[in-house]
C-alpha cells in the first residue's frame, strides 16, 4: 500500500506505478486527494471522483495495444496535471492502461490481440489478455452504473448524465491523414455532431463511421453503456520517450476542458476541412497457405487504389477493388485465416 501511495501520491506517476506492477494488484488504494476521491482499482485502472461531481463520466483509456505509448504518456501526463492540482476535476473519470504486461515487453500484445476481445468475445478463452478484457469491461461496467445509483440518489434524470469514452490509439502504419478517430457502429442510434466538433478542434480532422458491431473496447461502451465511445488513432507507434508530445497539444487542452467541464460542445458541425469515411467491405483472410496482401509494407492508411486492383490472392479468387474512390486502412497480412486483413473504405457524408 505504501508503494502504491509513494508513486501516485508523491511522485505522481501513473505509468511508473503500473510499470513496476504490470500483474493485477491485491490492494484497491483510496485516498481522498485535492478534494477528489482516487481509487487504484486495479494496475492500470485508476477513478478519480471529484466531491461534487457534474453531468459528463469520461473514461480515457490506453495502451489496449502494449507498445502504443504515446496515448499511455497522454493518460499519464493528465493524471499527473490532476494529482498535483494543476488540473481541476469537475467530473468524474476512469483513465486505463490497458496491457501493462504487453507495455512491459513493448510488444502489441502477448498471447491476443486485446481489442478483439471486448463485448464477451473473452468468454472461454484462459489467457492474461482474456481475462484483462473481462476486468476492463467490470470496471467500465461498475464507473458508469456508479453514477446512475448516486444520480437516482440524488433523484435527478438518468438522461442528463453524459458518458464518454475516448480509447487513445497509435497505428502500425503511417496515415494519409495523420490523426483519425473510428465511431463505432451505432446500433442505430444517430451519429453525434458534438463529438465531430470536438475532433475537429483537436486537430483529428478525419473520422472513419464504423458499419457493424465488434470486439473492441470503443464498441464495448457505445453499445453496451450508449456512451459517446471512439477508437482514436494519434500517429504511429514509437517507444516511450520518441512521442512529439506537442503534436498532441490540441487534443490535450480539450481532453483537459472535459475533465474541468469548461469544454463548449457546439451541436452544428461544418464538415469543411473534415474528412468523413464509411466502410464498405471487410477482407477477411481465408487461407493459410495461398494467401498473399499485394500492397507495398510501407503503404499509408488511407490510400486510395484504382477500379479493379487485385488487392489480396487467396483461394476465394481474392479481393478486387469493386468502386472508383475506395482507399484502404489498416492492411495487415500477419492475421490468422478467418481474421480481418484491411478495411475497405470511401468518402461519405452526414
Ligand atoms: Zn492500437
Known amino acids: 500500500m505504501n508503494i502504491l501511495n509513494n508513486e501516485l501520491l508523491e511522485h505522481f506517476s501513473f505509468l511508473k506505478l503500473t510499470q513496476e506492477n504490470p500483474m493485477n494488484l491485491s490492494t484497491v488504494l483510496k485516498v481522498k486527494h485535492n478534494n477528489c476521491l482516487i481509487s487504484l482499482l486495479d494496475t492500470g485502472v485508476l477513478q478519480i471522483e471529484?466531491?461534487?461531481?457534474?453531468s459528463t463520466d469520461i473514461v480515457i483509456s490506453s495502451g489496449i495495444h502494449g507498445n502504443e505509448t504515446a496515448p499511455i504518456e497522454i493518460c499519464d501526463q493528465l493524471v499527473k496535471d490532476i494529482l498535483t492540482g494543476t488540473l481541476a476535476v469537475k467530473n468524474?473519470?476512469?483513465?486505463?492502461?490497458?496491457?501493462?504486461?504487453?507495455?512491459?515487453?513493448?510488444?502489441?500484445?502477448?498471447?491476443?490481440?486485446?481489442?478483439?476481445?471486448?463485448?464477451?468475445?473473452?468468454?472461454?478463452?484462459?489467457?492474461?489478455?482474456?481475462e484483462r478484457a473481462g476486468l476492463?469491461?467490470?470496471?467500465?461496467?461498475?464507473?458508469?452504473?456508479?453514477?446512475?445509483?448516486?444520480?437516482t440518489e440524488a433523484q435527478t434524470s438518468m438522461s442528463t448524465r453524459e458518458r464518454c469514452h475516448f480509447d487513445l490509439h497509435t497505428a502500425i502504419r503511417t496515415s494519409k491523414y495523420e490523426k483519425f478517430a473510428i465511431y463505432p457502429y451505432q446500433d442505430g442510434r444517430g451519429w453525434n455532431k458534438r463529438y465531430l466538433n470536438f475532433f475537429k478542434e483537436s486537430d483529428i480532422n478525419t473520422v472513419l463511421l464504423a458499419h457493424q458491431p465488434a470486439g473492441t473496447f470503443s464498441y464495448f461502451s457505445s453499445h453496451e453503456f450508449q456512451a459517446?465511445?471512439?477508437t482514436v488513432e494519434?500517429?504511429?507507434?514509437?517507444?516511450?520517450?520518441e512521442n512529439d508530445m506537442d503534436s498532441f497539444s490540441s487534443l490535450?487542452?480539450?481532453?483537459?476542458?472535459?475533465?474541468?467541464?469548461?469544454?463548449?460542445?457546439c451541436e452544428k458541425f461544418d464538415s469543411n476541412g473534415f474528412n468523413l469515411f464509411k466502410v464498405d467491405d471487410e477482407v477477411i483472410r481465408q487461407s493459410e497457405l495461398d494467401f498473399s496482401l499485394n500492397i507495398d509494407s510501407s503503404l499509408?492508411?488511407?490510400?486510395?487504389?484504382?477500379?479493379?486492383?487485385?488487392?489480396?490472392?487467396?483461394?476465394?479468387?481474392?479481393?478486387?477493388?469493386?468502386s472508383e474512390g475506395q482507399?484502404?486502412?489498416?492492411?495487415?497480412?500477419?492475421?490468422?485465416?478467418?481474421?480481418?486483413?484491411?478495411?475497405?473504405?470511401?468518402?461519405?457524408?452526414?
Open 92 to 130: 468524474r473519470l476512469l483513465f486505463i492502461i490497458g496491457n501493462p504486461p504487453a507495455m512491459n515487453s513493448g510488444k502489441r500484445f502477448l498471447d491476443e490481440n486485446l481489442n478483439r476481445l471486448f463485448c464477451e468475445k473473452h468468454l472461454g478463452k484462459k489467457h492474461p489478455e482474456a
Open 136 to 151: 476492463l469491461e467490470k470496471y467500465v461496467r461498475d464507473f458508469y452504473l456508479a453514477s446512475d445509483t448516486q444520480t
Open 50 to 54: 471529484p466531491a461534487i461531481a457534474s
Open 234 to 241: 494519434l500517429g504511429q507507434v514509437k517507444p516511450f520517450g
Open 228 to 230: 459517446n465511445a471512439f
Open 300 to 322: 499509408s492508411n488511407f490510400t486510395e487504389f484504382p477500379l479493379g486492383f487485385q488487392l489480396t490472392t487467396d483461394d476465394n479468387g481474392g479481393y478486387k477493388f469493386a
Open 252 to 265: 490535450m487542452v480539450n481532453l483537459k476542458s472535459l475533465i474541468n467541464d469548461q469544454y463548449i460542445a
Open 327 to 350: 482507399a484502404i486502412v489498416f492492411p495487415n497480412a500477419k492475421v490468422p485465416p478467418g481474421q480481418r486483413v484491411a478495411l475497405i473504405v470511401s468518402k461519405t457524408s452526414i
